[in-house]
């Protein structure tokens, strides 16, 4: 179609849309169907002896049975519809591959064109049929392409995790050929939908782009998704707003979504595509979800209700149906909105927006954006030895690291010589597509050689960076390169780098990125490439200072004035850099490198800087740098002085071989006034001289309250800020909250004297937080209350085992501004909801915030929320961990954000109900088929066997030194807030330092632990004769099996997952009753229990650390207990498999313990294969553990000591760990008969497992 002819059909239909919302038509297979057309008809005499079954092919029908493919246009235009899509959904060479046309000798290509010319002709002759009945009312064709069954954003091959079905290329041509046989037969619009893969359809867009450049015509496109009930696009995971970030280069008539969901279920991610998306919206949904015999039951009328429901909210201005809809839906859809006010287009303000299988948004509130710079062979020797020796599982954690360690892109390389490196990149990029935690972030494709960018650029699914392009090789090819990307739907770095080299001074780079910018803004029909301003990301080339050459010492200073001057000159580009080179010269001296990072960044950002790949390990926080370091460091980077390349050398020679700017510190900062040196400590987290320095600052103030609300909290300011700000970790803070209550501490005395005069502290606010009633687990709980203390919030610890009514009285008697609940175990979450309640009957107006591991913000919206609600001022709010607990505190106690947080809130947990809502309505699996698909054993064969003795063996006073050879330290981090893997996280680039500080730190006071023998280890451990006997195991007295000593009862998978052959349950990992060996004797089988504790005499450390005011080492003793508790559990286990027979011949390490490649599990009570905590009194009567360990349990079943282990041994080969997860209320009632207690008691026990609402 000429350009000036489809300028007069977008319009057209662009003016239609504005006017009204418009009609697509609906399923063409259910017409088909209803015509009673079979596979004898879509063969037709032509194809009578192809060898494959045709049926499902029904494009075919456009050739050999075209009179009822007329039929179903003219029904759907009957019904209203302005738009009808023509039979070709599956139309394409690649999608036609499935039915093996050429091997029966037909040709490909051929028949593709034949099936869409004839398509269009139809189409065309059934809209001018009706358009000119009806002038007014025109019809159009949209040229129906779907996203054939080959798939690029992920492997299909559970083996290889690369495996890709097919190419960019191969999907381009064959898109290429589908396109070209529509618009020379003269089609209105084409439609590429039902896209389930992202990465096929930018395909298919760059196809679509080719053709109308080779054959200088454009037609109007239209794009449609399909999305999962969670939201994300059903085969390559992208959430809706990534999606359109994914695509949105493209210039199309309309983005929308159908197939998969019928209009209920589809709302939610549909109000978000047309909350982002800058361009018409389109939906057709399916007539509902099938039912059990794959039919769509939605009536027309409910359909039309749920889609004029869009309509009514202004966010469609395309509808229709899809699977198991028909001309009876389209025309009440059409009735319903005739009517209804189409969506105006969503404007949205020009930013830099990226993204992997989430979105990125780069905003004028976003920090400074850190590009991963680990996975690059130019610059990580070990990423390129990984690389080399095809390690790629190893290579991927490298990129895993740096996303959990706070990387915003990853920046991926492969430049070197001896690799291929565009087979390497594709391969690598491939494979962290499938890595859900990588692949949440944007890549950028990072190489020197075009042909490497492009293998990059066809691999990734999301919107990617470039880097880079530049004029080097002047300016047609870099309008090319620049033209590519955008085809690509990236984003590109471009270098300050032309045809004459580098720019090295100010001037140069400015001119060049100047020249550049003006060459990519420029519309294409003006010889430019049309790139959006803010997908351009210009690179000055930060170069080395220092070097001894006196044209380099300026070089700073350039790359800092540049960049001001870009972003004036350049508006809406952004500036990027690698920030390393700068400090090239002082290669191998950490403590230089540090300092000048850090300055460096300092001066740059506040000149503009966006964004740089950068070593976040080697940057030091700006204002702890050394004074004299870092006047020397800016001496050079500013160039302020002849000699202070010099004057840095002889510095660097001074510090040369230490580890980093903080070792360059000493005990200068005693020199300084006494406000200073408190804030020094404070932020160092040094105690050692602040009794003195305390004294000193008391007797300078005229009252103790000065010296806290002076110098005490300006020091805690900062420290806020820089945690914050992400400069400081959890364990720094802890410890600057031990110098500041010991500075309060000493003051006390002083102070009591002083408030007879009337003088009172003030604080930000009071909290009052307590672990809840049968819990008692704090180590969370006490971070929090750290962290808040540190902000100047009064914290009321109750500490744990709090019953409701004891929290509500002090809650009331303090006029507290915040209650904060916190637990570890599930029946915590009733006592919370509890509490809830009656706070919102007694007419409390205070939070509510809701914290602890087994929380979660959905359990709390659905379960806790509604039960005290926001109308009299109060609320629930979930805080995920301590760092977010300040800033949640602080809004709710200002006056001017409380009201925008709490709506907020309340919105984001209406939300959440929606989405559990949904999952309540997944089917599950009734309780009798679960049982009838459960675990089959061979039990004639299966591998049985005999313990060394039956009964029980007590552990007393067991050695902590064999404990500690067990214990798994990934957690221990993990309580502190520190993200990583030991001994990996010692790497880390942003954390690494402070994880070796904190492991120290451990392992000192475990010393001590071990050496006073200060914690003491007791564990019981038993094997018992056992056999299934239905859904309960049967444990005997002894291996007479005669008498029945008590049951365990288990409880039964129900939800059916993808891929799921069985639903599992405990008990199917014992003999049945009755089962016999392959000589029919009875198979005798056994079962193990044991319990743990490594806490006895904590709590007792821990009171003696909080009276010394040593949070720090309080929480320490916690954590270090909680990890010899789960080290025991771990040594036991490997006992009881050599003691039970099975595990003789292991040879482990405990690398290899903690990640379980042995024989066997170890379940407990609570947990997900058996939720219920209810169960423990019979694992504690059956060993009588608390006799032989003095682990007691709480009213909740709660352990106490909280560092203490339980749970049962089974040694089935095919034992695994699961999720029982949800279930339907007829194994619950057969659950509640089996243990004889009343459903209504068994449903609060198992509420966060319940698949239905308890009456």
């Known amino acids: 179609m000429p350009l000036d002819a489809v300028k007069d059909q977008t319009d057209l239909l662009r003016s239609l849309m504005a006017e009204r919302v418009l009609l697509l038509d609906g399923a063409t297979g259910t017409q088909t169907q209803a015509l009673g057309i079979g596979e004898a008809e879509v063969r037709g005499e032509r194809f009578a002896e192809h060898h494959k079954d045709l049926k499902n092919f029904g494009d075919l029908l456009c050739i050999t049975k075209p009179e009822a493919v007329l039929t179903i246009h003219r029904r759907y235009l009957e019904a209203g519809s302005d738009i009808v899509e023509t039979n070709t959904f599956g139309a394409s060479p690649v999608g036609m591959l499935d039915f093996e046309f050429a091997e029966a000798g037909h040709d490909n290509l051929a028949l593709c064109r034949e099936i869409n010319t004839a398509a269009i002709r139809l189409a065309k002759q059934a809209c001018a049929e009706f358009t000119e009945k009806n002038p007014d009312k025109p019809r159009f064709v949209a040229g129906s392409i779907g996203p054939t069954s080959k798939q690029m954003a992920i492997s299909t091959q559970v083996e290889d995790a690369s495996f890709r079905g097919t190419t960019f290329d191969e999907m381009v041509q064959s898109y290429y050929v589908q396109t070209q046989a529509m618009v020379e037969a003269g089609v209105d619009i084409l439609l590429a939908e039902t896209a389930i893969d992202t990465l096929n359809l930018k395909a298919c867009l760059f196809a679509f782009k080719k053709y109308f450049e080779d054959a200088g015509v454009r037609v109007p496109v239209m794009v449609s998704g399909s999305f999962d009930k969670a939201g994300g696009t059903f085969v390559s995971g992208q959430t809706v707003e990534a999606f359109w970030n994914s695509l949105s280069h493209f210039p199309m008539l309309s983005i929308g979504m159908n197939c998969a969901l019928g209009p209920d279920v589809m709302r939610p991610h549909l109000e978000e595509l047309q909350r982002v998306a800058t361009v018409p919206i389109s939906c057709h949904p399916n007539a509902g979800l099938p039912n059990e015999m794959g039919q769509f039951d939605m009536t027309p009328a409910i359909m039309a209700k749920l889609v004029g429901d869009f309509a009514d909210q202004g966010w469609v201005n395309i509808v229709g149906g899809c699977c198991g809809s028909g001309p009876e839906h389209i025309a009440a859809i059409a009735a319903r909105v005739k009517d209804s006010k189409p969506h105006k287009r969503t404007v949205v303000p020009a930013r830099l927006r990226l993204s992997g299988t989430q979105p990125m948004e780069l905003r004028p509130d976003s920090t400074f954006l850190m590009i991963g710079e680990r996975t690059n062979v130019t610059g990580s020797k070990k990423f390129a030895r990984l690389i080399k020796e095809e390690n790629y599982d190893e290579a991927i954690e490298v990129a895993r690291e740096q996303v959990a360690n706070g990387a915003n892109i990853v920046d991926v390389n492969m430049d070197e010589g001896l690799l291929d490196s565009e087979a390497v990149m594709t391969k690598f990029l491939r494979l962290i597509a499938g890595e859900g935690d990588i692949a949440a972030v944007p890549v950028m494709i990072d190489s020197s050689k075009w042909s490497v960018l492009e293998a990059g650029l066809q691999a990734v699914q999301g919107k990617a960076i470039v880097n880079s392009i530049s004029l080097k090789d002047g300016e047609q090819e870099f309008l090319r390169r620049a033209g590519l990307c955008r085809s690509y739907g990236a984003a590109a770095v471009v270098m300050a780098f032309d045809e004459e080299g580098q720019a090295a001074d100010e001037d140069n780079k400015v001119r060049i990125c100047k020249r550049a910018y003006d060459l990519l803004t420029k519309p294409v029909e003006e010889g430019g490439a049309g790139f959006p301003a803010e997908d351009i990301i210009f690179d000055p080339n930060i170069l080395t200072v220092a070097t001894g050459i006196e044209e380099h010492n300026n070089y700073a200073v350039d790359f800092i004035n540049a960049t001001r001057r870009i972003k004036q000159e350049c508006p809406g580009a952004k500036v990027s850099g690698g920030v390393s080179n700068i400090s090239f010269s002082f290669r191998g001296n950490d403590v230089v490198r540090e300092a000048m990072h850090s300055a460096f960044l300092y001066h740059a950002i506040a000149a503009g800087l966006d964004m740089g790949i950068v070593n976040a390990g080697q940057l030091a926080v700006y204002d702890e740098i050394d004074p004299k370091l870092k006047e020397l460091v800016e001496d050079v980077l500013l160039n302020r002085r002849p000699d202070a390349t010099e004057r840095l050398v002889d ?52 009252k103790c309250l000065n010296v806290i609300e002076g110098p005490l909290m300006d020091g805690m300011s900062v420290v806020g800020d820089l945690f914050g700000a992400g400069k400081m970790f959890l364990p720094q803070v802890v410890k600057s909250a031990r110098v500041m209550k010991k500075s309060v501490a000493y003051l006390l005395p002083f102070m009591e004297a002083e408030k007879e005069e009337g003088d009172t502290s003030s604080t930000r606010g009071k909290v009052l937080m307590a ?144 989405s559990y809502n949904k999952r309540q309505q997944v089917s599950l699996v009734p309780y009798a088929q679960a049982k009838a698909k459960r675990l089959e054993t061979d039990w004639a064969t299966v591998d049985i066997p005999t313990p060394e003795f039956v009964g029980v063996r007590k552990l007393e006073d067991f050695p902590l030194t064999e404990l500690r050879e067990f214990i798994d330290w990934s957690p221990f981090f993990q309580t502190w807030e520190l993200r990583g893997k030991y001994p990996r996280i010692f790497e880390d680039e942003v954390v690494g330092v402070e994880a070796k500080k904190l492991f120290k730190d451990a392992n000192e006071l475990l010393d001590k632990v071990i050496a006073e023998s200060l914690l003491t280890a007791r564990g019981v451990y038993g094997f018992f004769p056992a056999n299934a006997d239905g859904e309960d195991i049967v444990i005997y007295s002894d291996n007479s099996r005669t008498t029945e000593r008590c049951r365990f009862h288990c409880l039964r998978q129900q939800w ?112 997900p294969s058996q939720p219920d905590h209810t169960e423990k009194p019979t694992l504690f009567n059956l060993l009588d553990a608390t006799a032989a360990t003095g682990i007691e349990l709480t009213e909740s079943y709660a352990m106490f000591p909280a560092a203490s282990v339980s749970g049962l041994y089974f040694a089935h080969p095919e034992a695994r760990y699961f999720a029982v997860d949800r279930l339907t209320r007829d194994q619950v009632e057969d659950y509640a008969k089996r243990k004889g207690m009343k459903l209504a008691e068994v449903e609060r026990w198992l509420s966060p497992n319940l698949g239905y609402d308890p009456q």
């Open 1056 to 1167: 059916e997952r993808k891929g799921q052959t069985d639903f599992r349950s405990l008990v199917d990992y014992i003999a049945p009753i009755g089962s016999v060996d392959s000589k029919g004797e009875a198979r005798q089988d056994y079962l193990g229990a044991f319990a743990v504790t490594a806490g006895l005499g904590c709590d007792k450390l821990a009171a003696e650390f909080n009276a010394d005011h040593d949070d720090y080492n309080s929480i320490m003793i916690k954590a270090i207990a909680d990890r010899l508790a789960e080290a025991f559990a771990e040594c036991l286990h490997r006992r009881a498999r050599v003691e039970w027979g099975y595990g003789k011949d292991e040879s482990l390490s405990n690398e290899d313990l903690i990640k379980e490649r042995y024989r066997g599990i170890r379940p407990a009570p609570g947990y």
């Open 651 to 702: 510095f660097a020679e001074s510090v040369k071989g230490q580890g980093g700017a903080k070792a360059v510190e000493d005990e200068s900062w005693r020199q300084e006034p006494v406000e200073e040196r408190l804030k020094h400590a404070l932020i160092k987290g040094i105690v050692k001289y602040v009794e003195e320095d305390t004294e000193e600052a008391r007797q300078k103030y005229p």
């Open 771 to 914: 672990t809840v009633k049968g819990d008692v687990h704090d180590i969370g709980k006490n971070i929090v209350g750290v962290v808040l203390g540190c902000n100047n919030f009064e914290v009321i610890d109750l500490g744990v085992m709090c019953s409701a009514e004891k929290i509500l009285e002090v809650a009331q008697q303090e006029q507290v501004d915040v209650v904060g609940l916190s637990g570890l175990i599930t029946p915590s979450l009733d006592e919370m909801v509890h509490v809830a309640r009656e706070m919102q009957r007694l007419g409390m107006k205070t939070p509510l915030l809701i914290g602890g591991a087994t929380t979660s913000a959905k359990h709390t919206a659905v379960k806790i929320a509604p039960h005290y609600n926001t109308d009299n001022g109060g609320g629930v709010v979930h805080v995920l961990d301590a760092s977010r607990s300040v800033g949640v505190v602080e809004k709710l106690l200002s006056a001017e954000a409380k009201s925008a947080f709490q709506a907020d809130n309340t919105k984001l947990q209406v939300d959440l109900v929606a």
